[in-house]
Nanobody
Framework: VQLQASGGGLVQAGGSLRLSCEAS????????MGWFRQAPGKEREFVAT????????AYDDSVKGRFTISRDNAKNTVYLQMNSLKVEDTAVYYC????????????????WGQGTLVTVSS
């Protein structure tokens, strides 16, 4: 499956952005999906994940209550709604897909999008 992330940009602290990740090439509904991020000089870290059917989600504690992951299998797209953004949310955000159950572990995801940059200014 090929993944194309979009929706990043520059936003002030407290603002909102919605990231999208469109899949192509394989059956999107066969994949659990996740969002990860990587800030300059840091390792890639887990943000959110959603199960194949969308019924189960999980979030890193740092974004819980502010970010919402969702998916539309008819549109082959997974979303990340980001509200109340903080300066420390600044990073390149990646969507990723894996077969089977959803996971918080970077290494379990075989398919990655190219990343979209989110910059939050103070």
């Amino acid at each position: 499956v090929q993944l194309q992330a979009s929706g990043g940009g520059l936003v002030q602290a407290g603002g909102s952005l919605r990231l999208s990740c469109e899949a192509s090439g394989r059956t999107f509904s066969d994949y659990a999906m996740g969002w990860f991020r990587q800030a300059p000089g840091k390792e890639r870290e887990f943000v959110a994940t959603i199960s194949i059917g969308g019924g189960r989600t999980a979030y890193d504690d740092s974004v819980k209550g502010r970010f919402t992951i969702s998916r539309d299998n008819a549109k082959n797209t997974v979303y990340l709604q980001m509200n109340s953004l903080k300066v420390e949310d600044t990073a390149v955000y990646y969507c990723a897909g894996k077969g089977g159950i959803s996971s918080t572990r970077v290494y379990e995801y075989a398919h990655w999008g190219q990343g979209t940059l989110v910059t939050v200014s103070s």
